[in-house]
């Protein structure tokens, strides 16, 4: 096994390969929308469309210097003449006339040179990669920089590997000095990482292969690495702590590995698949940002369940009883004997009876603190991912700020609208471009019957007009707007426009960065619902089946959504509001949240939070099923895991607080935000909320009506109950209980 796992493992490697070059940029807009559409038909039919490739230029001397409109010439002419260049439009666009005013600052000491550049994201990202080494720097008497919406995916994409190895430089050292104070042997150490590198290079293989077929955004790659090695931890800690505990029980190595697989194996298979069920409503959204996130986490969880079922048992055989060795803190110790299994005077143990003690106040003063934190989520706001995402020190920002702070015509990007199916009379398009410039927001309507604002037509259409607008069935009008794109009055702006009638025949798109925002918008909430409904539908079935109860499901939903939003409002505090922003380093404070962010977050947090408590339920069921004691089987439940679950969180949180040190805001977020929902959930939630919820739940926590207990009993998931330990302790008899049901003293049985 351990010599097929080994040829299977160089097979991915040789597929993982390319990956970062098999994948693709952008992804953030909805490909189904109408300001899709629009977008299509004017560059098929048009040639048309936003300016996605902005040269900022910035002179040694005055913008009207002989010498500097001479290089600036010089400058528009080399850009023009690069390969996948569609149109150019420049202040330095010739001698005599007037320059567009939109195209010089409001101090008049920069220009713009604004091109379209052709193709998808990825060939606008290709294409700015060839050109911006021949037109930025210094050009001549010019100090060029480079931003628009093809040069941000490009530098997104360069930063996103570099990040990546410095996230995996961070994260790595760490986890394996922290593995070996986990697990006290430097042997035991190494099989986390193993089974780590079958997850993430398997997961990096699966998305090369996926990427053939449809698009997958290189943001997945982040993900992976993290999702990767922290699974893939989880799960060898809690099979190799079980197997360990096992044999110090005194079973042989063939019986503690059998047990181990039968009991930490088959939750192992379970706690899969709900992380890989939570990853899946992804699959639901629009846009292929999110759903390359699934594929990512469905391949990290698929291969992380492989790697703990198949390479470590085969790692586990060949160990034996070396599984010990390499003690490297053994000296440390001074000979104290290592704990295995649950003991009554644990942390987790007399934390879990306290909490039982007092369920009530316990809960209250959580719930209160939780709610404190959930506060800001109720004032979110939402964008998407542009320049401002980037490091302050990326070209793209640098050009994003100034176009916002001195180029006010240019920062809205204006909207596109298309009429299509019969172009219309002069007259009806007049009368429409006129009914259009009368929309809160819209300063300008350029067609070929002339120049509108305000309700009025201001001016003839250039000549040539007719060449740029019209095709034979169809034309289309260009508005200009200073309104910001991200934001509530772009959606307006947007609606009102929509809300136009369009000429006798003629259908109406509406496109452009805001529109493209609203349709974003949509999409997403109009999916949410059923991401949702998958989610808790699924999850409370998967956890019926492992535990044949209906409370324990629901409690688990409950209790997750609670450390979700408390996540969310701990985002929206630090990266929407701008507080305690050391903690996320450097970063541009938007007053918005990036939309899908919260989104990803709900998948790949809830996921990792039935992880956790699918672990804390099997050990919490073994014993009750065992002792039938509710409230001692929460208490011994919480002492076997509570350390190993505390280690496997502080370990994922590594990762994920890797990420942090990255240059992409909506990674940071993610990082951050699952790191701190991973600490929550296993201290608050896990080591508190839990076990007050159960001891007021007391025996209902297990019930469920006949006819599903009877479909439980033939087709759900059912623990094995090793033999009680023939040492005394409270593990070997069910111990006697006070009158409230807490282990410890004399009183009624529960």
């Not at 060939?123 to 021949?134: D, F």
């Not at 699959?283 to 699934?294: D, E, G, I, K, R």
């Not at 023939?726 to 003293?745: F, I, L, M, W």
Request: with cysteine.
């Amino acid at each position: 096994m351990l010599t097929l796992s080994a040829l299977g493992f160089l097979l991915i490697a040789v597929v993982s390969g390319p990956v970062m070059t098999s994948l693709s940029a952008g992804g953030f807009d909805d490909p189904d929308s109408e300001s899709a559409a629009a977008s299509d038909i004017l560059e098929d039919r048009f040639d048309a469309g936003d300016a996605n490739f902005i040269l900022l230029v910035t002179p040694d001397k005055a913008l009207d210097d002989p010498q500097t409109r001479r290089d600036g010439e010089r400058l528009t002419k080399k850009l023009a003449a690069q390969d996948g260049v569609e149109s150019v439009d420049s202040y330095f666009a010739g001698q005599g006339g007037q320059p567009p005013e939109e195209l010089v600052s409001e101090k008049g000491d920069q220009a713009l040179i604004v091109a379209r550049l052709v193709g998808d994201d990825d060939e606008q990202a290709e294409t700015a990669e060839e050109i911006v080494p021949e037109v930025t720097g210094d050009q001549g008497s010019l100090a060029v920089k480079s931003g628009g919406y093809a040069e941000f995916n490009r530098q997104a994409n360069e930063k996103v590997e570099k990040d990546l190895l410095l996230a995996e430089s961070i994260a790595v050292p760490i986890t394996l000095l922290l593995l070996i104070l986990v697990f006290r042997s430097g042997a035991a150490a190494l099989l986390p990482l193993a089974v780590a590198g079958v997850s993430v290079v398997g997961s990096l293989a699966a998305l090369v292969v996926i990427a053939q077929f449809t698009s997958v955004s290189v943001f997945a790659t982040n993900l992976t690495t993290a999702l990767g090695l922290g699974l893939a931890i989880d799960y060898s800690l809690f099979i190799v702590s079980r197997y360990r505990e096992e044999l110090a029980k005194g079973c042989d190595l063939e019986e503690a590995l059998r047990r181990s697989l039968n009991t930490a194996g088959r939750t192992v298979f379970f706690s899969s698949l709900t992380v890989l069920l939570s990853l899946c409503a992804l699959l639901v959204f629009p846009l292929f940002y999110l759903t390359s996130f699934a594929y990512a986490g469905i391949g990290v969880v698929v291969f992380a369940m492989l790697g703990s079922l198949v390479v470590l048992p085969a790692l586990l055989s060949l160990l034996g009883p070396r599984i010990d060795k390499y003690d490297l803190l053994a000296v440390f110790r001074r000979g104290r004997p290592r704990p295995e299994g649950p003991r009554s005077d644990g942390f987790w143990y007399r934390l879990a009876t306290f909490v039982m003690r007092r369920p009530v106040p316990v809960l209250t003063v959580v719930l209160i603190g939780l709610a404190v934190i959930v506060a800001p989520f109720g004032s979110a706001s939402y964008g998407l991912p542009d320049d401002r995402s980037l490091s302050k020190d990326a070209e793209a920002a640098q050009v994003g700020d100034a176009l916002r702070e001195d180029f006010p015509a240019l920062a809205g990007q204006g909207l596109q609208i298309v009429l299509d199916g019969a172009k219309p009379s002069s007259g009806d398009l007049t009368a429409y471009a006129t009914e259009v410039s009368r929309v809160d927001g819209i300063e300008r309507v350029d067609s070929s019957a002339g120049v509108f604002q305000d309700g009025e037509r201001v001016a003839d259409a250039p000549p040539g007009a007719p060449d740029v607008f019209d095709a034979d069935d169809a034309t289309w009008l260009s508005l200009q707007s200073v309104t910001e794109a991200y934001s509530d009055d772009g959606q307006d702006m947007v609606a009102d426009v929509r809300g136009v009638s369009p000429p006798d025949g003629a259908e109406s798109k509406v496109g452009g960065m805001a529109a493209a925002y609203t349709d974003t918008l949509d999409g997403l909430w109009d999916a949410l619902p059923y991401a949702v409904l998958i989610i808790a539908v699924l999850t409370f079935v998967l956890l019926f089946l492992f535990t044949g109860s209906l409370l324990v499901p629901a409690k688990a939903i409950i209790m997750n959504l609670l450390s979700l939003t408390a996540t969310f409002g701990a985002m929206v505090f630090i990266f929407q509001e701008g507080h305690l922003t050391f903690l996320a380093g450097d970063f541009t404070v938007t007053g918005q949240i990036d939309v899908t962010m919260p989104i990803l977050m709900f998948c790949v947090i809830f996921g990792l939070s039935m992880d956790y408590e699918v672990f804390l339920l099997s050990r919490i069921k073994e014993e009750y099923d065992r002792t039938g004691d509710n409230t001692l089987a929460v208490a011994h439940g919480i002492q076997s895991t509570g350390r190993l679950i505390t280690a496997a969180a502080g370990l994922m949180a590594i990762f994920f607080v890797a990420l942090v040190f990255t240059s992409f805001t909506p990674v940071k977020i993610l990082g951050l935000g699952t790191a701190l929902a991973i600490v929550m959930d296993a201290l608050i939630i896990r080591g508190l909320l839990v076990p007050a919820f159960m001891r007021l739940a007391g025996r209902a926590n297990w019930w469920a009506p006949g006819p599903l207990r009877r479909f439980h009993q033939k087709y759900g998931f059912h623990h094995e109950v090793p033999a009680a330990p023939a040492a005394d302790g409270p593990a070997a008899v069910p111990a006697q209980a006070t009158e409230e049901g807490v282990p410890g003293r004399t009183g009624a049985a529960r």
